[in-house]
């Protein structure tokens, strides 16, 4: 296979793992998957990549690594090539072409070996500036108000020397020397995009450290592990023409590029990690708090971070910090929206339209929104991409999300909610059990626009039977209006109970029925009643579902108090 067969397309996505997936990478990643995904089913040799760019060894985590993957994989955005990850008991990932490691930091040899073919070929050059003397010369540019370009005075000395300098270990890194003629990307959005030799100083492909850069590591790897595509963010466009000088100078065919739109807010900012330590910010300031509320941070840690507009909280802290202020901080990252009870489904749907227009009509004439993953990796293309900005609209995510949850199964909801509490609700998980969860999900799924929204909707059973809130208006009107005859049937309710057995849904509503057929009486004057005596709302769900969840006693001792609620002078009156 070579990056100049037609019917090869292996494309990659290529995380650097210093934090969570953002959602800008989980959009990269699945429109790589796609465009992959595509050459398969059309008959051609289709591959999607996973390589971890672990360079920067100060920033990189094995944690976030396991998080990338972890997100990758719950999005159903899988690698045929890559780190193995199991998961819902399938392997991802493996190294079938034998073009692995894909950890950078293990393919340092493969790097260095390329990089001392550029030295040979005078493609580059080792250069023993201390970072002191290019930062005086930096200072020096800017005072002179010219753009700073390395000014190429390693190159002064004689190669024969240089050589010697470099091979007896004095501290140098090595720059790639740029060509003197333009450089153009063919890009397949945005079009050719050619820039001149001014714009480019001879960068850096070699740290001081030992370690190759982004730019030296990324063209290595894309060209032997045989990447015919590169899809990534137009923040990477800046760096094209160096990877394609890099390129050049080795030899390597260039892979197709295509640069995705930037993703931003409603508000114009752009879509960024540090905007859920804004909002905290905001909240702290509001709440005029000047001491560290948080159990391991410092007064002068937070005192810090609240000044300094760049500094972000780890996660668990900022979530603390948010629990106790009652604020939603923005979700940015992968696992922010899982947290929030976002479905893998709805969010690749919304993720692919943000650059993306399918350009097809459904039979009614409207544009083609709603789609799964089928879908897009039969169709996706460059020509529906946009070349300006994608905004994130969250209210347009959050009504697919509410549809996509109303569409599953019950059983689906059911597993699905629960696990999703298993995760990231102790208390519901400790409240319900998966059957409970099972009977409660044809109520619950059409009521929630996300798996978190599910405990409001059953909020009522979180709550000590002696601390309901009564609603004053929905009581009245259901117990005592005109002739009280919610507040009679309730008393004649209650002594019915024991009855009712066993306590299910199904034995409830039976029982209700048989209820209002004795007394007379129409559904609603019984229904409601009980409804707002055990839950202190006139909206919960159906009625055998509501009393069967919180059980026998609990509806019994809530009965009894909301009758002498309604019979306490405040309410009669
Ligand atoms: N590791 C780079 C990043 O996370 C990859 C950029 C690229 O796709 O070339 O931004």
Known sequence: MSASDPNTVITRFAPSPTGHLHIGGARTALLCWAYAQRALKEGRNGRFLLRIEDTDQARSSESSTRGILEDLAWLGIDWADGPTVEY???TIGGDERGVGPYYQSQRLDLYNQHIDKLIESDHAYPAFETPEELEAKRKEAIEAKVGYKYDREALQIPREERMKRMAAGEPHVVRLKMPDEPIAVHDQILGDVTVGPDEFDDFIIRKRDGFPTYHLAVVVDDALMGVTHVLRGQEHLINT?????IQQALGFSSPTYAHLPLIFNADGSKMSKRDKDKTAKKAVKDANLSTSPIEGLSDADFAKWL???TRQLPSDQLLTLAGMLRVHLPEIDVEDFRRAGYLPEALNNYLALLGWNPKAKNDDGT???RFDMDYLAANYS????GKGQAKFDRVKLLSFNGDAIAQL???????????????????LCARFSAADMLMLAPAVKTRCKTLADGRDVVGFAFIADDAIEYDGKALHKALLKGDAKGLEMLKLFVDELDSIDPFTPEAIEQGVAAF???????MGKVAQPIRVAVTGGPVSPPLGQTLAIIGKDATRNRIDSCIRNAESPSQAT
Do not use: L
């Open 88 to 90: 819902n008991g399938h």
């Open 241 to 245: 023409p160096r990877h394609i000088a």
């Open 307 to 309: 000044k300094d507009k």
């Open 367 to 369: 544009d083609v929104e």
């Open 382 to 385: 460059f020509e529906g991409m």
């Open 409 to 427: 199964s019950d059983e689906e909801f059911a597993k699905r909610w629960h696990q999703w509490a298993t995760s990231y609700d102790a208390a």
């Open 516 to 522: 209002c057929e004795k007394h007379e009486v129409g």
